[in-house]
């Protein structure tokens, strides 16, 4: 993977050093910078995470749906809670770590991670 130096320079142009020496990648709009509000970051930032909450539990419910299991009989079968995989798809809660992986392999082959987990 290539590296890039950038220096954001005072005008709020950011110039990359060495073999793109001199190219401007871009520039940064000082005032809307200055006009955002702590208020605004705080809004955009609980949508961002009211989509990633969407999508995970998006995820968890089309998973849960491709092994053919009701809620409980994927909750008994993965050896977790009945309410812990009601928030996942509620989007109450985001599956993590090892929850996170096992989800993958079972959206990858559901049928060999049923019969394993059996």
Do not use: C
């Amino acid at each position: 993977m290539k590296q890039v130096r950038a220096t954001l320079k005072p005008d709020g142009s950011l110039a990359v050093r060495g073999k793109g020496r001199g190219r401007m990648l871009g520039r940064i709009d000082s005032r809307k910078v200055d006009t955002t509000t702590e208020a605004a970051l705080a809004r955009q930032a609980a949508a961002d995470d009211a989509q990633a909450r969407g999508d995970a539990a998006a995820y968890a419910r089309r998973v849960r749906m491709r092994t053919g299991l009701t809620q409980a009989g994927f909750a008994g079968r993965i050896g977790v809670p009945l309410d812990t995989v009601r928030n996942w798809e509620q989007g109450k809660r985001s599956p993590a770590g090892p929850a996170r992986a096992l989800l993958k392999v079972l959206d990858h082959s559901p049928e060999a991670v049923l019969a394993a987990l059996e």
